[in-house]
């Protein structure tokens, strides 16, 4: 339930660039810190997502691809799961943690992706 809330949040946030709300620094490590955190650019890589712009939205933020992905993914499970009285969302969860925790070279080979995301995003000047 509250993956679909945050997930219909996260849709009108992008919907947001046909209002001018997403120039607002909502990010709480930048606000702080001055720094860019390794999600910076995100909604705007989404941004150019929506418009066609792969490429653009790679080189602003690779998380934004990886994002949507994970929307679309979110939404159909969750919607699965309201038509046929099911839990494929918790289901699906439930098997990528497993996953993760048995295979540490896995979740350490992504935890290295996010840092080297972050020094991009800082050497970016984002």
């Known amino acids: 339930m509250i993956t679909g809330i945050v997930c219909f949040f996260a849709i009108l946030w ?3 660039d046909y209002f001018s ?3 607002i620094t909502v990010c709480p490590v930048k ?4 720094y860019p955190c390794p999600s910076c650019g995100t909604t705007r890589s989404i941004q150019a997502l929506m418009h066609g712009h792969i490429g ?3 080189m602003i933020n690779p998380f934004g691809i990886i994002s949507v992905a994970i929307i679309i993914g979110v939404l159909i ?3 699965l ?3 046929t009285k099911k839990d494929y969302y918790y289901k699906t969860y439930r098997k990528i943690e497993l996953y993760l925790q048995k295979h540490k070279i896995v979740s350490a080979g992504l ?3 996010v840092i080297i995301n972050w020094a991009w995003n ?3 000047g984002l």
């Not at 606000?31 to 001055?34: D, Q």
């Open 14 to 16: 992008l919907l947001s």
């Open 21 to 23: 709300l997403a120039e």
């Open 31 to 34: 606000l702080v810190s001055g």
């Open 56 to 58: 653009e939205a790679f």
């Open 77 to 79: 499970l969750l919607m």
């Open 81 to 83: 799961d309201l038509t």
């Open 111 to 113: 935890i290295i992706l």
């Open 122 to 124: 800082i050497s970016k």
